[in-house]
């Protein structure tokens, strides 16, 4: 089975659009949100729609739990980008007077219902899916540094994804593979970005961002992981795409509540 896996979409448009367009290029079988569809960017309603219609799940991510609830550990920019992204989701009260807009009450009611049924966590054969990590699902960073600067913190780690042997995550914004030696693999130094799986792996899987990524390389990232039976992993793809990420920037520009940082960001890949 061919499974996509995309994470950390966080309101792009255009490079979800990008993205969903070359899955549909590669013969795909299925599409696994990883969380964060939401936060920063210009376009969450949108990228809720397309999450919905053509993911098989989706993860809660930190920033899809801070619009729906409270924003927390966020740094001013997100915190009012959340803020922002759950003026334009929440459904409208009645005391709001909008509520004969017929816009719009349903499709907001469907936008907000689905955001609160993503999963925390999702074990399906050998893996265990979260957003953040096996000990705090929804927000705890796996960095690339903390193989040589926070060892027991990975040996925890890979202790908490027993018995699966595989862990998905987000959160990021980094594509690689940890493994339990402990070490990280960037995607970028993998030959064609792919990572081949051995028989007795326990290692953690990273797709990095469609939407806003974060090691210096803008272009929108996302992976294809290739199972046998029983859901076996047999090897991970990272893939890099050029989007149009002038259009993101000038969208963000154009709203008052997002910070013009949030563009600029996006063309730095950080």
Known sequence: MRTALISDIHSNLSA??????????????????????????????????????????????????????????????????????????????????????????????????????????????PFLCVHGSPRRPINEYIFPEDPLNSTKKIKDIFARIKPSRVCLVGHTHVPGVFTDDPDFLPAAEMTDGIYKFSAQDSVIVNPGSVGQPRDLDPRASYAILETGENFEPQSVQFIRLEYDIERTVEKIKAIDDLNDWLGERLLQGR
Not at 44 to 62: F, T, Y
Not at 94 to 110: I, K, L, N, P
Not at 114 to 124: A, C, P, T
């Open 16 to 125: 979800l659009e990008t993205v969903l367009a070359d899955i549909d290029s590669r013969g795909v079988d299925r599409i696994l949100s990883l969380g964060d569809i939401v936060g920063y960017g210009p376009d969450p309603k949108e990228c809720v729609d397309l999450v919905a219609k053509r993911c098989e799940w989706s993860l809660m991510g930190n920033h899809d739990f801070g619009v729906l609830y409270e924003p927390t550990n966020f740094n001013a920019s997100a915190e009012a980008a959340a803020y922002w992204t759950r003026r334009q989701l929440e459904p409208p009260k009645a005391e709001d007077g909008q509520a004969g807009a017929e816009y719009d009450v349903a499709e907001a009611v469907r936008r907000w219902d689905f955001l609160g049924q993503l999963r925390v966590r999702v074990v399906f054969g």
